[in-house]
């Protein structure tokens, strides 16, 4: 039985053609370092690549929440740990003042104290990225708010205002956490420059029985400096810990799409050149196919 002429060239250029197609397919692995540049190169490949990069950006989404929540919880202690360095001067002086019969001296203390109470309000209406710290609200308004004499010394510190506490950060598919002071510690907060305000009106007034009292309520006030600056620790430990596990799924993630689009480059190169002497060879068999006239096959 003879093979028709047109049905061996026919074949000779279907190899070709799948030869060409497996050398483009093999030097754009080659030159981009990729298997997978088209959902045609590998189907099965391609639907785990998209599963695994959209699950890169939800970890990427998470990631960049604990940051923001990170950043407000260390903004806080900050703010925090500078209203106890406050409250620590403040302390000290109520405690020279209350034992001071020098009306001197004690003006003197009210100067300083007046100076405390404006570094502590500026702190206590501290912000991050336009957050207010100690809002305890979603109001943008400022959480303390103060009244001022002609003198323009501090007269009154005004409620915290009122709203819905911001919403907790989402940290994970089963994890979030608030940043945020909480609505105790807020009034604490009011009730230290309430009392700082106390403190100086009374050595202003020379009241050594004032001043003790004072005293005394700054004590409270400062435990609860100390148990807000503990509590925004244990927040920030617990954020890290969830960066760590993010960092490590993340790296999980890299090496999964890198299996799934990298390509094999000694493998690929190897199959490269296996792929241009086939296809050599098949270009030689075709041409010499080809060259033959009809009489050679009777």
């Known amino acids: 039985m003879r093979i028709a002429t047109n049905t061996i060239s026919g074949s000779a250029l279907n190899q070709i053609m799948d030869l060409t197609n497996s050398l ?3 030097q754009n692995q080659v030159s981009t370092g990729q298997r997978v540049s088209q959902p045609s190169d590998n189907p099965a490949a391609v639907g785990q690549l998209i599963n ?6 939800r970890l990427a989404q998470y990631e960049q929440n604990a940051s923001t929540a990170l950043n407000l919880s260390q903004a806080s202690t900050s703010a925090l740990t500078n209203l106890k360095s406050i409250s620590d001067n403040a302390s000290e002086i109520a405690t020279t003042g209350s034992s001071t019969e020098n009306a001197t001296e004690a003006t003197a203390y009210a100067t300083q104290v007046n100076q405390l109470l404006e570094q502590a309000v500026q702190s206590a209406n501290s912000t991050l990225n336009g957050t207010y710290l100690f809002n305890g609200t979603s109001s943008p308004t400022a959480p303390f708010q103060v009244t001022r004499d002609a003198n323009g010394n501090i007269t009154q510190i005004a409620p915290l205002s009122s ?37 100086r009106d009374a050595l202003t007034a020379n009241d050594s029985s004032a001043v003790a009292t004072v005293s005394s309520s700054l004590q409270t006030t400062e435990s609860t400096l100390i148990d807000s600056i503990s509590q925004q620790g244990a927040v920030q430990s617990g954020i890290q810990i969830i960066q760590s596990q993010q960092q490590t799924s993340a790296t999980n993630l890299d090496s999964l799409v890198s299996k799934n689009r990298d390509a094999d480059m000694a493998q690929a190169m190897t199959q490269l050149s296996q792929a241009q002497v086939a296809y050599q060879a098949a270009l030689q068999s075709t041409a010499l196919i080809m060259s033959k006239s009809l009489i050679d096959y009777l």
């Open 24 to 26: 483009s397919t093999l």
């Open 52 to 57: 695994l990069q959209a699950e890169q950006q």
């Open 163 to 199: 709203g819905n506490a911001p919403a907790p950060i989402q940290l994970s598919d089963a994890a979030s956490v608030s940043p945020y002071t909480s609505a105790a510690t807020n009034q604490g907060l009011a009730d230290f420059l309430k009392n700082l305000v106390s403190l």
